[in-house]
């Protein structure tokens, strides 16, 4: 994303406040005393939705064709271990996870010139968020999901399912599943739409609900203010979250190409897609290499790296994961990184218009000029009392626009 010449905001008026407020009356009920609970309901919804999708697109483009073109790497992924087994599914998340967070953990850590030059903030080579935060703190976070992990994998083994593939490719089986892998490998037209898919949908059901998190005060308080405690993001970061986040992003994982039928080689390939940008955007970085690749395939709507860059330096924007069509339609989009937004909190405290957005610049010679409207009728004591508040409330401005701040400051509450 060039920051140099922004495009122009698009406002989305009545329709994206609509938007927003979709789902208050199944939300404001509960969210207050059973923010958990809340957040369950809203996974529920999301995968809800994800299934209504893929019923849609099975009306449009049935899934099944085979093809020859990606056999060869079908036939050398089939022949890995393991691969018939029900928990294979691990595997490419796991290998994923591991080693795209060791590359940019080892790039961030030594920081060669040309790494410095790709970085969007001043955080130094070796500062992991400041004495209070670290980077210890992210990689404990992602060891506490492991006796849930555990859970998991001991109830599939005990039951020897259910299999996460779905017909026409594998029948369906939750219990004492006998894995049989299709022997031919999707063709590649059905290869690239499923993909697609699974990437619009779970774009646009976790932004939204990503969306609800931060205009909801409780969901943002007990849950996804974890997250926000690192302002200057790294590649650990995205996974530093609370358990009931990571049970929305992990579903959604899961269910996304269970719902168009995917081909299990189509599975295997959007797990570590799907972990691996999740990763690329939070390290920090202007524009990673497959940010760049994905950008082009769409045109310009892959926010990427430098799309999740603002919006933990802004905070109350940039809501979708990837792309970054949702926030144009729903006026929430991040353009400058020196905006100040202010929360939208929804219920009772939910301010009816829209958030205020400001650039530094504007605020400063907004700031100048009520200076120089004040010191005509200024003398003496007066006038150099004034001078003096005006100082500080431009320098209190700044401050709150600076993006050198480790911490994002939480909301009052």
Not at 231 to 260: I, N, Q
């Amino acid at each position: 994303m060039d920051l140099k010449n922004p495009p122009v905001r698009r406002n989305a008026g009545k329709t994206g406040d609509r938007i927003k407020r979709l789902l208050d009356p199944l939300i404001l009920p509960t969210v207050d005393e059973f923010p958990q609970l809340t957040c369950g309901l809203l996974i529920a919804l999301q995968v809800i939705f994800v299934l209504f999708a893929g019923q849609a697109l099975h009306a449009l483009w049935p899934a099944g064709s085979e093809g020859t073109i990606l056999q060869p790497l079908y036939q050398r992924a089939k022949a890995l271990p393991a691969t018939s087994s029900p928990l294979f599914f691990f595997i490419p998340f796991v290998a994923t996870h591991v080693l795209t967070s060791m590359i940019y953990l080892a790039l961030d850590w030594y920081r060669p010139a040309w790494v410095q030059a790709m970085m969007a903030h001043d955080r130094r080579a070796g500062d992991w968020g400041g004495q209070d935060l670290g980077l210890a703190r992210t990689l404990w976070s992602q060891i506490s999901v492991a006796p849930v992990t555990v859970l998991m994998v001991s109830y599939m083994l005990a039951r020897n399912g259910p299999l996460l593939y779905t017909r026409p490719w594998v029948e369906s089986c939750f219990d004492n599943c006998v894995l049989e892998l299709p022997a031919n490998a999707p063709s590649l037209a059905e290869f690239f739409v499923h993909l697609t898919f699974c990437l619009v949908v779970s774009d646009a059901a976790y932004g939204y609900v990503h969306l609800q998190m931060h205009r909801h005060r409780a969901l943002w308080k007990h849950i996804h203010s974890i997250h926000h405690e690192y302002k200057e993001t790294f590649v650990t970061v995205g996974p530093h979250v609370h358990l009931m986040e990571f049970f929305t992003v992990f579903t959604l994982a899961l269910f996304s190409p269970a719902a168009c039928g995917a081909h299990p080689f189509t599975c295997w390939v959007w797990y570590s897609f799907y972990t691996l940008i999740s990763l690329e955007a939070h390290t920090g970085w202007r524009q990673t290499p497959v940010g760049w690749i994905m950008n082009l395939l769409t045109m310009g709507n892959f926010g990427g790296s430098m799309h999740h860059h603002l919006h933990h330096a802004v905070v109350w924007g940039n809501y979708a994961p990837f792309l970054s069509w949702m926030d144009k339609l729903i006026g929430t989009e991040i353009l400058l990184e020196d905006e100040v937004r202010e929360p939208e909190f929804s219920g009772k405290a939910m301010k009816r218009d829209r958030p205020k957005v400001i650039s530094m610049k504007s605020a400063k010679s907004e700031a100048v000029k009520e200076v120089q409207i004040n010191l005509k009728g200024l003398k003496g004591k007066e006038l150099a009392k004034e001078t003096a508040l005006d100082c500080e409330a431009s320098q209190a401005i700044e401050a709150k626009g600076s993006r050198r701040r480790a911490a994002t400051p939480p909301p009052k509450l």
